[in-house]
Nanobody, 129 residues
């Protein structure tokens, strides 16, 4: 069982920065790939970023490449999403998720929501224009 708790959301002006965190409980953090997803009002939840178990491989949605950075700290069982140059269209509830499947390739991380077993409750990020 993995419990995920997001924090760090809030209101920021366009062009600003924000870092959201996701603290994981349980013993599987180091063996799990971790992802961030978001859901804007009236839209479906979408993939944002993912990091492999080792943390050495990362994947991003095209619209956030160069602006967002995902990272993980195994000692703290925490995954972060640093968001820079924020835009009003980045406004959404941001969710972290854990994929506990034991992929042979330690460098792999899925971008598919269906592969993620555990989800946090989300944190609201609002970007004003």
């Amino acid at each position: 069982q993995v419990q995920l708790v997001e924090s760090g959301g809030g209101l920021v002006q366009a062009g600003g920065s924000l870092r959201v965190s996701c603290a994981a409980s349980g013993r599987t953090f180091s063996s799990s790939t971790m992802g961030w997803f978001r859901q804007a009002p009236g839209k479906e939840r979408e993939f944002i970023a993912a990091t492999s178990r080792s943390g050495t491989t990362t994947y991003y949605r095209d619209s956030v490449k160069g602006r967002f950075t995902i990272s993980r700290d195994s000692a703290k069982s925490t995954v972060y999403l640093q968001m820079n140059s924020l835009k009003p269209k980045d406004t959404a509830v941001y969710y972290c998720a854990a994929d506990t499947k034991k992929y042979t390739n330690r460098l792999y991380a899925s971008t598919r929501q269906s592969d993620y077993d555990y989800w946090g409750k989300g944190t609201q990020v609002t970007v004003s224009s």
